[in-house]
Each structure stands twice: as C-alpha cells, then as structure tokens.
C-alpha cells in the first residue's frame, strides 16, 4: 500500500501490512459474515434449510438486534 | 499478531453478547411478552395474523438459550470482524494507541452500523411487520446499514487526507458533515416502511427499540473498552513487560 512511503510523524503507530490481514480478512471475514447471516436471516427473507427451527430458536435475539425477524 | 487480535476480538465478543444477553433478558424480554401477547389476543379475535401459531420451538427456549445463543453468536461475530477492521485501521486513522483506536473505532462502529440503519428501519417487536413484505424489508435494512458503513468509511479517508492540510479540528467536523449529509439524503431517497399495527400499544413499541438499542449500545462499548486492553498487549508487550500484578501499569 502506500501509506508505506508517507512519511510518518514518530508518534504514530507502526500500522499492520496488509498482506498480514488479508488473508484473516477473507477466510475469517467470510466466515464471521456467515454467522451474522444465521442469527439475523436465515429461513427469515432467505433460508438455506426448509423449516423453521433456526429461525424459532434465535427468535427473541433476532428480534432485539433489530433485524426484520418475519 | 492478526490471529491473536481476531482471538481476542471473539473473547471480547463472548463477554459482550452475555452482558448484551442480560440486559436483553430484563428490559427486552418483558416487551417480547407483551408484543405476542398482542399477537395472540388477534389471532383469538379472528384478525389475519401472520403465521400460524404451532410452537416449534418453546417461549422458554426462545427467550433463555435462544436468545443467548443468537446474542451471543452475533457478539463473538462482531467481535472478530471489529477486530479485523482494527488491524486494519491501527496506525493507519491517525496517532492513536490500541485503547484510543479500539475506543474510537466503536464509536465509529455503533453510529455506523447500529444507529443510522436503526434511524430508518428501527428493531420490532414480534407482531409488528407484515410476513409478506419481509424480503423487501431485509433488503431495504441491509441495504441502509451498507450505505451507512459505506459513508462512514469514506468519512475517515476524507478526515484522514484533510487533516495534513486543515489541522484535525477542522478536518474532522468537515467529515463528520459530509457523513450526515449523505446519510440524510439516503434516508431521505429510500422508501419508508411502517407496518406498525394501529392498535399496537405505542409504550411496548418505544420500550421495545429502546431495549434493542440498549444491548447494541453495551455489545459496542464493550468492544471499545475491554476490546482496548487485549489490544494494548498484542501490539505494544514492551510497554508492559510482563507486568507484576502488584504493580498498577502505568503504562494505561
């Protein structure tokens, strides 16, 4: 990137490469957006399994987050 | 040093949806209750309801476990992903340490991803929201909260490439009132939904959203305070060398 080659002044942190976080950033990221998915719409506006069982049961939280719940 | 930041950032993330989980079980819950009661006393009343009621998962479940394991999975969710976009941003929005930057960052985070999108389409309680309109709903919330994030982003770039020239007290009150005003013309251009039943009692509805906005506001001021001090020992172990316990760390 090139924040690499501005100059900094001495007190500021010396920031994480990019490279170093990209690949955290897909696979984890990937994965976290996943489990956001689960508690906030699945079997709601789209549902990867038929039924209603992980909708009913995150219920009350899907709710309280603020999600559209049905 | 990203995998031991997204650790720490899930552990955070654990302790934030069991403070989330029970200040959602005293002021939400009680809500809940009123809202399906309301529900239940139109099905009785032969009103079109929603859905069918056949109880597949019990209200026991769903307000104890049920209600932990969604406020919980989303706690540790948001953890890891705040702690990416923290790796991502120390060093990089300006001279702040860890705790400064886990602090700022959840500001930012809670007015981004929280407080805008709920300005528009707020949390309901169960009985409110038409089942038939729920796709367009969920697109129009997530389409909101990816404008909000979007600008928020672009906020931080504007402030951070001012500041060289402006100074940061200029700088950041000028991105701060370029954010609004492109939140207020989404809000403004995106279409209103409003699905509130007219008798539903307006007390439960405002106690409800206040409620929903209570557990966002500790899951994030979890992240920025306790988030802080993981970080502190990540990034920084020379300035606090193994700290003897007995010693306060003046390190802060």
Known sequence: MAQAAVPRPAA??????????????????????FLIYFVASEQGAVALFSGTGVHEFVHDGRHLLGFPCH | MVRNL???????????????WVFAWVFGEPQIRDAIAFEEHGHEAGAAGDHPEEEVVSRGVQSTIGMLTGVGVYGIAIGGLFALVFAFAYGRIGPFRPRATAGLLALLGFVAVIVVPFLKYPANPPAVGDSDTIGRRTALYFGMLALSVLFAAAAVILARRLTDRLGAWNAVPVAVGGFLVAVGIAMWAMPTVNEVPAEFSATVLWRFRVASLGVHAIIWTT??????????????PAANPRPDPRIPAAAG
């Open chain 2, 223 to 236: 992240f920025g305070l306790v988030f802080g001090l993981f970080a502190e020992r990540v990034l920084r």
């Open chain 1, 12 to 33: 500021t942190p010396i920031a994480i490469p990019v490279r170093a976080i990209v690949p955290w950033a897909a696979f984890a990221g990937a994965f976290l957006l």
């Open chain 2, 6 to 20: 997204l650790i720490r950032g899930m552990l955070t993330g654990v302790l934030a949806g069991a403070l989330a």
